[in-house]
């Protein structure tokens, strides 16, 4: 797993795993982990219009891989009991 303590300026990686869209205090949102090409993983909640967007790449040809930018984020744990990984 890839050591971060607060902010990447990006991560280019596809998507190992996903959880099905949940709606948590009336937002939706997902779960994925992303893995570079170094073999670095990244787990990422998406919300809302992302979590959608991501979400439908993923299940409209699930035999092709989606691969994801990740610009600019703000890194933090953040404990839930829904998510799986």
């Not at 699930?62 to 829904?82: E, F, R, S, T």
């Amino acid at each position: 797993m890839i050591n971060i303590h607060s902010f990447i300026s990006y991560f280019l990686g596809h998507i190992l795993s996903y959880n099905d869209p949940i709606i948590d205090n009336g937002k939706k949102r997902i779960s994925i982990e992303l893995e570079d090409e170094r073999a670095d993983r990244l787990k990422v909640t998406l919300w809302d219009e992302h979590a959608d967007r991501v979400y439908n790449m993923m299940t409209k040809n699930p035999d092709y891989p989606v691969v994801l930018i990740v610009q600019y984020v703000k890194c933090k744990k953040y404990y839930c009991k829904y998510i799986g990984f």
